[in-house]
């Protein structure tokens, strides 16, 4: 079993930024890709950003390009999210994820962090 806790959500302006923390423990070595995934109200879940073990390969979704990156520090079992040049259609609950498939990790979840962007 894999436990991820989230943290850093909030209320933010457009334009601005946040950044998404994501604490894993448990058996983690079992699940070494992490990512990130969003819902908004109304609608299903998103893959939003992916990264391997070593950090050396990383996805994103064409909606968050050039404005979300991810990141970890395996000394501290964490990973992160910043996101800059936040969107209003940005607003969902943010998921951290973990599983073996570096692309698309899904097989653990944490219980979300509320991301919320006024205009």
């Known amino acids: 079993q894999v436990q991820l806790v989230e943290s850093g959500g909030g209320l933010v302006q457009a334009g601005g930024s946040l950044r998404l923390s994501c604490a894993a423990s448990?058996?983690?070595?079992?699940?070494?890709?992490r990512g990130w995934f969003r819902q908004a109200p109304g609608k299903e879940r998103e893959f939003v950003a992916a990264?391997?073990?070593?950090?050396?390969?990383?996805y994103y979704a064409d909606s968050v390009k050039g404005r979300f990156t991810i990141s970890r520090d395996n000394a501290k079992n964490t990973v992160y999210l910043q996101m800059n040049s936040l969107k209003p259609e940005d607003t969902a609950v943010y998921y951290c994820?973990?599983?073996?498939?570096?692309?698309?990790?899904?097989?653990?979840w944490g219980q979300g962090t509320q991301v919320t962007v006024s205009s």
């Open positions: 448990g058996r983690t070595l079992s699940t070494p890709a």
């Open positions: 994820a973990a599983g073996g498939n570096s692309a698309y990790p899904n097989d653990y």
């Open positions: 990264i391997s073990w070593g950090g050396g390969s990383t």
